[in-house]
T-cell receptor, first 117, second 113 residues
Framework: GAGVSQTPSNKVTEKGKYVELRCDPISGHTALYWYRQSLGQGPEFLIYFQGTGAADDSGLPNDRFFAVRPEGSVSTLKIQRTERGDSAVYLC???????????????FGEGSWLTVV | TQLLEQSPQFLSIQEGENLTVYCNSSSVFSSLQWYRQEPGEGPVLLVTVVTGGEVKKLKRLTFQFGDARKDSSLHITAAQTGDTGLYLCAGVGSGGSNYKLTFGKGTLLTVNP
């Protein structure tokens, strides 16, 4: 597609439930990122994929959060046993391969707004 | 922990006025980026500044990077209602972390007609 596509755009779930958020990056982009943006805050780094592997998952808040990218394209962020504090906008982004962001552009999707009630 | 502080947090002005927003870092990043985010959308990159003292212009927007590469400013001349949005600065990690962005909390700008 023309841009980074994220689904669902909005998700309301009950505390304790399992949630999956999907990201379809720009075609040909091998770098993929997940960020989380809480109300009144800037985005916070969660995880970075280069190809199929998670090169850096240091931003995942705890072991309830997990992300995969099995074929090096679409990625899924999985949240187990959701808590009210997980409510936020989850942003996915992609960029062309093997180039530092200083000389590169990262493209964000519109985000998935997760509300845990 | 590297932190970016942005000020002011909120800014409401009339169309045609000039404004400046600031971004200050507790440490040096390899470069600094400015983004604009509209409601319901992801951030969109406006500019990347790399060299201390650098000035970049994008139409009515002027970006400056401090000599010590720890602070930056965004100046908008003759603001328009279409400039309304959340302006975020982000530091790009250095060395092996050059894929990671550290964002400030942003400045929410409202330009009134």
């Amino acid at each position: 597609g023309a841009g980074v596509s994220q689904t669902p755009s909005n998700k309301v779930t009950e505390k304790g439930k399992y949630v999956e958020l999907r990201c379809d990056p720009i075609s040909g982009h091998t770098a993929l990122y997940w960020y989380r943006q809480s109300l009144g805050q800037g985005p916070e780094f969660l995880i970075y994929f280069q190809g199929t592997g998670a090169a850096d998952d240091s931003g995942l808040p705890n072991d309830r959060f997990f992300a995969v990218r099995p074929e090096g394209s679409v990625s899924t962020l999985k949240i187990q046993r959701t808590e009210r504090g997980d409510s936020a906008v989850y942003l996915c982004a992609s960029s062309p391969r093997y180039r530092a962001l200083t000389g590169n552009t990262i493209y964000f999707g519109e985000g998935s707004w997760l509300t845990v009630v | 922990t590297q932190l970016l502080e942005q000020s002011p947090q909120f800014l409401s002005i009339q169309e045609g006025e000039n404004l400046t927003v600031y971004c200050n870092s507790s440490s040096v990043f390899s470069s600094l980026q400015w983004y604009r985010q509209e409601p319901g959308e992801g951030p969109v990159l406006l500019v990347t500044v790399v060299t201390g003292g650098e000035v970049k212009k994008l139409k009515r927007l002027t970006f400056q990077f401090g000599d010590a590469r720890k602070d930056s400013s965004l100046h908008i001349t003759a603001a328009q209602t279409g400039d309304t949005g959340l302006y975020l600065c982000a530091g790009v990690g250095s060395g092996g972390s050059n894929y990671k962005l550290t964002f400030g909390k942003g400045t929410l700008l409202t330009v009134n007609p």
